[in-house]
């Protein structure tokens, strides 16, 4: 079992960046795929990005291909989120979460564990 927390949300202005922060705890975080998602209001929740256990393997929803980066620290059991170039699109609130792995995808149900989330809101 894995407990994630999410961190680095805030309120910015279009164009700016932001690094959300994604803490495991347990020894057992390298073993995981992990996943960012975002669910805005009145949404359902997306699929943002998704990395291997080693980090060797990304996937990127196709709204933030060139503008986002996802990568991990196994070392310190964190996830990043890098989220360049805001658009007012992108607020929501942004979930990270853990899947074993042997799954794989950007299929929330697909993942077993979800942080609580932390809020982006773009202003335009």
């Known amino acids: 079992q894995v407990q994630l927390v999410e961190s680095g949300g805030g309120l910015v202005q279009a164009g700016d960046s932001l690094r959300l922060s994604c803490a495991a705890s347990?020894?057992?975080?390298?073993?995981?795929?992990m996943g960012w998602f975002r669910q805005a209001p009145g949404k359902e929740r997306e699929f943002v990005a998704a990395?291997?256990?080693?980090?060797?393997?990304?996937s990127y929803a196709d709204s933030v291909k060139g503008r986002f980066t996802v990568s991990r620290d196994n070392a310190k059991n964190t996830l990043y989120l890098q989220v360049n170039s805001l658009k007012p699109e992108d607020t929501a609130v942004y979930y990270c979460?853990?899947?074993?792995?042997?799954?794989?995808?950007?299929?929330?149900?697909?993942?077993?564990?979800w942080g609580q989330g932390t809020q982006v809101t773009v202003s335009s």
């Open positions: 979460a853990a899947t074993p792995m042997w799954k794989w995808g950007s299929v929330a149900t697909f993942y077993d564990y």
């Open positions: 347990g020894r057992t975080f390298r073993s995981y795929n």
């Open positions: 990395i291997s256990t080693s980090g060797g393997t990304t």
